[in-house]
């Protein structure tokens, strides 16, 4: 199992030299791949522009969007950014895409909240349209586009991810969700009929030291403000000690898991070089 890092785009206080910093400190390693999110209406820094600005200034760590919120996006100037990024990385790009949970994000769009499993279906086929048969271009560099991920928890999600895409991410939480997760990917992919193996991704969230798990903690209840009185339980899953690391990764490696993306709740340049010296 791979072990990448969170792009501090949504946590308060990252400006152009800590974003950058960020950026040169993970292509060193150990990290594999950049993760981002993806909010319309939150203070935050769009994903795809971060990772086309982490892209200038790399050349081994892969980047992903971890995940666009699909049906916000007309399909044709998605095909062409993402096979922009794909080319300009190098082929370094995974487009993981899903439905959103968030209906604020699609008001401020002006995107109808109602129908967004279809779109994105829709969408999918068309992706893959626009890059194999090049009619909008650039020519990816990936062979017929980059990667696709789907995230999701419901049957049409993997379903999706059986017929459209290259593999799975699970949107955090312990171990045993991930592996009820995985084992339905898994049986979708199987009865679809598929040669390849299934990637399957998951990801969690990190906060490093003392001074930095209560900011943390803000945050985490700020993001997820949505969900209600459950975002007091998704924010005490955070990963607060290296033992909980350690633990956490072991754990999904056990369980199968290809690539596991922590993303940090503080932005700190402290925190990647903590996660950095425990992945190491």
Request: proline content about 6%.
């Amino acid at each position: 199992m791979q072990v990448g890092i969170g792009l501090p785009t949504t946590t308060p206080g990252t400006d152009r030299a800590l974003f950058f910093e960020w950026v040169r400190r993970a292509e060193q390693g150990p990290f594999s791949t950049l993760g981002v999110f993806d909010r319309l209406a939150y203070d935050s820094l769009d994903p795809l522009v971060s990772l086309s600005a982490a892209a200038a200034m790399t050349s081994r760590i892969r980047l992903a969007t971890t995940i666009l919120t699909g049906p916000l996006y007309n399909t044709a100037l998605l095909a062409k950014s993402a096979a922009s990024l794909d080319v300009l990385s190098g082929g370094r790009l995974v487009l993981g895409l899903a439905i959103g949970a968030r209906d604020s994000d699609y008001e401020v769009a002006g995107v109808p909240h109602k129908g967004r499993g279809r779109r994105l279906s829709e969408q999918l086929a068309a992706l893959r349209d626009y890059w194999e048969e090049n009619t909008i271009g650039p020519k990816p560099a990936c062979p017929g586009g980059p990667p696709l991920l789907l995230g999701g928890l419901n049957d049409l999600t993997f379903a999706r991810v059986a017929r459209y895409a290259n593999g799975y991410l699970h949107g955090g939480g312990p171990p045993a969700t991930f592996v009820r997760a995985s084992e339905k990917a898994r049986a979708a992919w199987v009865d679809a009929g598929r040669p390849d193996r299934l990637q399957l991704w998951g990801m969690a969230y990190f906060a490093l030291g003392e001074d930095a798990i209560d900011a943390g903690m803000r945050y985490m209840r700020d993001y997820y403000a949505f969900v209600g009185p459950f975002a007091e339980k998704i924010a005490a899953g955070m990963l607060t000690t290296p033992q909980a690391i350690v633990h956490f990764v072991r754990s999904y490696q056990e369980a199968g898991c290809d690539e596991l993306i922590l993303f940090p709740s503080v932005s700190s340049i402290s925190q990647l070089d903590r996660l950095a010296d425990i992945i190491g």
